[in-house]
């Protein structure tokens, strides 16, 4: 038995070794009964320092369960694909090991590459070969079951998009069809640990929509880690999110889980039915949540930003402003809640500044609305630079106080 499976780190406290508690949520309760079936990957201590002496990774703490996925996610440069060239053995550690399926994934690498998969960052294709071809012979290297061979190749095909250009010769493969063969390459002859750097770059929005149908559909009986810089995707696909800045990890949870600990609360939207926003809106807006704050307004529509602690108010709210929306003329309002931009930009601006600090011009006028709206820079940095994506679903209704609160939203038009 390897030293990173004797069972004597409990792997919630592995994991967070490095963080700030409050930057920590443990996995679900359900994963206890795959820690005992020794279903997940544990990367412990894991450290790399390139020969020019650089300190690309400096100790890594994970864990990765099968069934789910787990998004990597970082600014360029923090040592995503580093961790997975290492987990692959493309490149050598430094320091640390790793355990998966009761193997030990360093020292017993043979074995464990006969269940893994790897997509890298940079496309690796015998130009001259198929997509099908190519599935041929990784199902093969693989060890892949033969009977199930040409089925598997073709779902393979149909579920990732490579119907027409399955006989192409892979140097004629557009950049984005060349990333799907890479990802089913990966996925092919039974992976069960299966390693996706960036596997959407490059490709169109309907293809990423695709992908992640079929990874949802994949993960099933696998663990698969997955990196990208779409913070829609790691938000749709990442059953549990890991940010990494300068080679370290920064938090790890759910999605939610990091939108309440990083996020500012939620943006509510109004749609006027004219040009100028009634005067009188404000100061509604304000006897019901404190610290309100205008965030933009643009064309015909007018966002401000509600603190997370103000959700209470929500139900009074919507109640008393649905009587209003004609006197303040307005057509329409939504709720929606912080998107993981804006908490990848906070983690990187509140943690790691010295690769994300905040240009000087922005600062200036940062520290001028800072005094007026008491809110911390960070905050306001995030605010700033926030999105606009109205998703009905992010509103939980048990956070509006409110089995009706969702109901009784407007939507937008
Ligand atoms: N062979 C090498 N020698 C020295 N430094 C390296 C080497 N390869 C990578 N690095 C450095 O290690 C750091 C991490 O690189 P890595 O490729 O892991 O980042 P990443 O998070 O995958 O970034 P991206 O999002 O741009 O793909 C970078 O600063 C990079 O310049
Ligand atoms: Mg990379």
Redesign the pocket.
């Known amino acids: 038995m390897s030293e990173a499976d004797d069972g004597e780190d409990s792997i919630d406290v592995l994991e967070s070794l490095n963080l700030l508690p409050e930057n920590y949520e443990a996995a679900s309760a359900n994963t206890k009964r795959l820690q005992q079936q020794g279903k997940f990957l544990k990367i412990k201590d894991l450290k790399k320092t390139?020969?020019?002496g650089?300190v690309?990774?400096k100790g890594v703490n994970l864990a990765m369960y099968e069934g789910q996925i787990f998004a990597l996610l970082?600014?360029?440069?923090?040592?995503?694909?580093?961790?997975i060239?290492m987990l692959t053995g493309l490149?050598e550690r430094s320091e640390g090991n790793a355990t998966l399926y009761h193997k030990d994934l360093f020292e017993e690498m043979e074995s464990v590459r006969e269940f893994m998969g790897v997509c890298p960052?940079h496309d690796v294709l015998f130009d001259m070969l198929t997509p099908r071809e190519h599935l041929d012979i990784f199902y093969d290297f693989k060890g892949g079951d033969p009977a199930r061979k040409q089925s598997e190749i073709d779902s393979l095909i149909s579920d990732v998009g490579l119907t027409i250009d399955k006989d192409k010769n892979a140097h004629t493969l557009s950049g984005g069809n060349r990333r799907k063969l890479s990802v089913s390459i990966a996925l092919c002859g039974g992976s069960k640990i299966v390693l996706l750097?960036?596997p959407t770059s490059g490709m169109d929005l309907g293809a990423r929509r695709g992908l992640w149908d079929m990874l949802k559909a994949y993960k099933r009986d696998r663990i698969i880690v997955l990196?990208t810089?779409y913070m829609d995707e790691a938000d749709v696909l990442g059953d549990r999110i890991g940010i990494?800045a300068s080679?370290q990890l920064m938090c790890i949870g759910s999605s939610l889980f990091l939108k309440n600990r990083f996020g500012l609360g939620y943006k509510l939207t109004l749609v006027k039915k004219h040009a100028l926003l009634s005067p009188n809106v404000e100061p509604f807006l304000q006897t019901y949540f404190a610290g309100v704050l205008k965030q933009s307004e643009v064309r015909g529509e007018v966002s401000f930003v509600i603190p997370r602690n103000q959700t209470s108010s929500f139900r009074p709210f919507f109640e008393a402003f649905d009587t209003k929306l004609n006197d303040f003329d307005i057509k329409s309002y939504g709720v929606s809640m912080t998107t993981l931009e804006e908490v990848f930009l906070k983690i990187n601006q509140e943690l790691a500044p010295e690769v994300f600090g905040t240009p000087e011009k922005d600062k200036t006028s940062d520290r001028n609305t800072l005094k007026e709206s008491g809110l911390t820079a960070d905050s306001k940095l995030a605010l700033s630079i926030g999105h606009s994506t109205f998703r009905t679903t992010d509103l939980s209704v048990s956070e509006l106080g409110s089995p009706n609160g969702v109901s009784q939203r407007k939507r937008m038009s």
């Open positions: 390139y020969d020019s650089f690309a990774v970082g600014h360029n440069g923090a040592g995503k694909s580093t961790v060239s490149i960052q750097d960036e990196t810089h990494m080679g």
